[in-house]
């Protein structure tokens, strides 16, 4: 993995409080989108990147499975206060049992 990408990822992380990597093409993703637009975020606070319109997509997957701790590359790759929260899976359980609000607040 090239030094930029890790850097591009890092510094997203960073400056947003929730940021999330997706692909404009994957239903997880697409559902994701929709949960966090239930909650209003501000531009400054939430941030949506489709990771397949850049060149280093493989990389940045290969990237958030070494960050994530995780096997599969399967996208949203979602983080909150720059630490890693999970995926649709963990997004959806915590929007259904109303602790979502609490997460983002």
Do not use: W
């Not at 399967?74 to 963990?90: A, C, D, R, T, V």
């Amino acid at each position: 993995m090239s030094a930029l990408t890790k850097s591009y990822a890092d510094t997203k992380i960073k400056n947003r409080r929730i940021m999330m990597f997706a692909k404009s093409n994957d239903p997880d993703s697409q559902i994701a989108r929709e949960i966090f637009a239930e909650y209003s975020l501000s531009k400054d606070a939430y941030e949506y990147v489709d990771i397949e319109k850049r060149q280093d997509c493989r990389q940045l997957e290969n990237y958030f499975r070494y960050l994530c701790f995780t096997d599969h590359r399967k996208s949203p790759y979602i983080f909150i206060n720059q630490l890693y929260f999970g995926s649709l899976f963990e997004l959806n359980i915590c929007h259904k049992n109303g602790s979502l609000r609490q997460v983002l607040s």
